[in-house]
């Protein structure tokens, strides 16, 4: 327990914890990763569910009888719809975020796997995709791995990897607007 009470604090982190440890407990701890990688998705695509998610003035039977209705729907159920509903009869679903991506460093830990988030102008191809994860190995000295491609043509060409605390920024937006800064201040 004190392991990943230094992975996650506040209380986000005593929640994901808390639901960490069930689907520990209950050998669902997949299960409910997947089911709140759903959720999260859903939330993300419906204007109406983050309204209900983040709204204050909706009362908490209100956002727990939604969200039964949503979670039968989305066919998620278990470990992860009653803590989705506890959290709403908490009136802490604003957080759900948070617990969730809180989750998730938990379950990272114990299967010692790193996140990496990159940033590219363009999509990679596989075999660009499988080196870069071998070097971001490497970097972090043996451990797995799981990159997240986010294509953004702003940054121009480059490209820009966030690895835990760690950020490299080999944008040509950056470099580009570095060497402006630098010509403003020479001239």
Known sequence: MAKEQTIVTGMAGRYATALYELAKENDAIE???????AFGEMA????????????????????????????????????????????????????IESMMRDFE???DAE???T????????????EYTADLQKTLRDV??????????????????GIVVKLGSRMVDGSVRTKLNSIRTRMKEVG
């Open 31 to 37: 299960d409910v990763a997947a089911a709140l990688r």
């Open 44 to 95: 993300r695509q419906s204007d109406d569910l983050r309204r209900l998610i983040r709204s204050p003035v909706i009362p908490a039977e209100a956002q727990v009888k939604a969200l039964e209705a949503i979670l039968s729907r989305a066919g998620i159920s278990g470990s992860a719809a009653n803590f989705l509903k506890l959290v709403a009869s908490k009136r802490r679903l604003f957080a």
């Open 105 to 107: 460093k938990l379950r």
């Open 111 to 113: 299967r010692g796997v």
């Open 115 to 126: 996140r990496a988030e990159v940033t590219v102008a363009h999509p990679l191809s596989a």
């Open 140 to 157: 972090t000295g043996g451990k797995e791995v799981e990159v997240t491609t986010h294509v953004d043509p702003a940054i121009i060409g």
